[in-house]
């Protein structure tokens, strides 16, 4: 346990509207990332941070922001929600010196 | 761009024995962290284990065990005295060092079933 917690866990939302995921992290870890996890493709990197209000574009970003205002928390936000982005969504951590990355709960979102 | 491949999309096995899931990568890097990860019905995304490239030594974590073949790209992982919790999706994952902005490359997954 990596001390990251995600909320929502659930959702459901309409197509059209906001949303926006909370990774928290109590440990202190600068790296922090979200990845989606659809069948057939396992996870893909959507964002990732390496600092405060330092961020940069993963593998599927589009349709896609994010915002790390402190270190504990990288908030992932979905600014109009599409079908396609029905999905089970992971934040993950990566501790220092051991390039290993710990994953969070997950959130699974489902846009109608 | 690195792929990796789980040419096995489900597999079982009996309580008590041993299995061995597949995976290949394809890489040009010399330096590299491979993964294997579970996934139970809890959905929690859980580190089995990790080797890294340069290491000859295959990493085992108690009844976990790689197979690592870096000229052959392969990493599979064996499971010994198969246990009714190790029923989960499992998921390799390459990575290549990048002082933090590394991103995890998964394969599309197994799914392991152990049968009573």
């Known amino acids: 346990d990596a001390g990251i917690t995600q909320s929502p866990r659930h959702k459901v939302t309409e197509t059209g509207t906001p949303v926006t995921l909370r990774c928290h992290q109590t440990?202190?870890?600068?790296?922090m990332y979200w990845y989606r996890q659809d069948p057939g493709h396992g996870l893909r990197l959507i964002h990732y941070?390496?600092?405060?209000?330092?961020?940069d574009k993963g593998e599927v970003s589009d349709g896609y922001s994010v915002s790390r205002s402190k270190t504990e928390d990288f908030l992932l936000t979905l600014e109009s929600a599409t079908s396609s982005q029905t999905s089970v969504y992971f934040c993950?951590?990566?501790?220092?010196?051991?390039?290993?990355?710990?994953f969070g709960p997950g959130t699974r979102l489902t846009v109608l | 761009a690195q792929t990796v491949t789980q040419s096995q999309p489900e597999m079982s096995v009996q309580e008590a024995e041993t299995v061995t899931l597949s995976c290949t990568y394809d890489?040009?890097?010399?330096?590299?962290?491979l993964f294997w990860y579970k996934q139970p019905p809890s959905r929690q995304m859980i580190l089995v284990i990790r080797?890294?490239?340069?290491?000859?030594q295959n990493a085992t974590e108690n009844r976990f065990s790689v197979n690592f073949q870096k000229a052959a790209k392969s990493f599979s992982l064996k499971i010994s005295d198969s246990q009714l919790g190790d029923t989960a999706m499992y998921f390799c994952?390459?990575?290549?060092?990048?002082?933090?902005?590394?991103?995890?490359?998964f394969g599309k997954g197994t799914k392991l079933t152990v049968n009573p």
């Open positions: 890489t040009s890097e010399s330096n590299y962290y």
């Open positions: 994952a390459f990575m290549k060092p990048q002082g933090g902005s590394e991103k995890l490359v």
């Open positions: 080797q890294e490239a340069y290491k000859q």
């Open positions: 993950a951590i990566s501790v220092l010196g051991t390039d290993t990355q710990y």
């Open positions: 440990e202190n870890h600068r790296y």
């Open positions: 941070s390496y600092g405060v209000k330092d961020t």
